[in-house]
């Protein structure tokens, strides 16, 4: 009998500290949520007095740093092309004119002809020489398939290129490629665009989603959240910080 009254006794100190620790745990999981949203409800406040002009520093953007910005979109929000024209809108009366815009599947280059329609003052970059024009706002439309298609040819080049050579002054020794041989390649072929100095990532996904890694080697990522739920003070935030900061480069 003794031993059965110590084993209820623990059993009891076990529930009663199993409940103890999952009280603890749904109260620091309120001071969490309430934590985020005081933060969220901050953001958006901070975002709507820069929309207002109420805060004059982020009226000083310094866009001279900002020569090719990227705009990355996961491919389902990309389909919301009126939110992407007004997007593009809000960069044109910033004083941006060199855009990347980039999702994984095609989705943008698809809807490419309804948003240039809808920005007069823009046009489509081809070539370096596009982005001469400084009146008007210059876009490239980019996915993952052109990065896979621009590894592939710069590969070609490069293995033509070294099977010549092989034949040519009769060495057969293995060539190991370094970085700079393929961005000689890529530029031979076209597929080299400029590297962006920022790019803005819209969508769930904390990542550039495939964006050619070769073209953001010093790019500086920023998170935007949804597509739906972007906002214009967010977006001068953002350019602000970035024009703002002193960016290191190794060697």
């Known amino acids: ?51 207002g002009g109420v805060l004059k520093s982020y009226k000083a953007l310094n866009l001279a740093k900002l020569r090719y910005l990227a705009i990355v979109i996961e491919s389902e929000e990309a389909y919301q092309t009126l939110k992407v024209i007004e997007l593009l809108q809000w960069l044109e009366a910033i004083g941006v004119k060199r ?3 980039y999702d994984t ?5 698809k809807s490419k002809e309804a948003i240039l329609n809808k920005l007069k003052n823009a046009s489509e970059f ?19 398939s052109d990065g896979k298609e621009a590894v592939t040819k710069a ?12 034949k040519s002054v009769g060495d057969h020794e293995e060539k190991i490629f370094t970085e700079p041989d393929m961005d000689e390649a890529l ?8 590297d962006p100095d920022l790019l803005l990532v819209y969508g769930p996904a904390r990542c550039h989603l495939g964006f050619p890694a070769w073209r953001i080697r010093y790019t500086e990522i920023v998170h935007m959240g949804h597509l739906k739920s972007m906002r214009f003070g967010s ?3 953002a350019i602000y910080r970035f024009t703002t900061v002193r960016q290191n480069h190794g060697k």
């Open 1 to 51: 009998m003794m031993d059965l009254r110590i084993d209820m006794q623990r059993a009891s100190f076990a529930q009663i500290g199993n409940l103890g620790l999952l009280l603890l745990w749904h109260i620091l999981h309120l001071f969490v949520s309430i934590w985020y949203f005081l933060l969220g409800l901050a953001y958006v406040l901070q975002s709507y007095l820069i929309s």
């Open 126 to 144: 081809k070539a370096y020489e596009d982005l001469v024009d400084q009146n008007r706002m210059s876009l490239e439309f980019s996915s993952f």
């Open 235 to 237: 977006l001068i935030k």
């Open 187 to 194: 530029k031979a072929i076209s597929c080299r665009g400029p």
């Open 105 to 109: 599947e095609g989705v943008l280059k």
């Open 99 to 101: 855009v990347c815009l």
């Open 155 to 166: 590969a070609n080049l490069l293995f033509v290129k070294y099977l010549k050579l092989a």
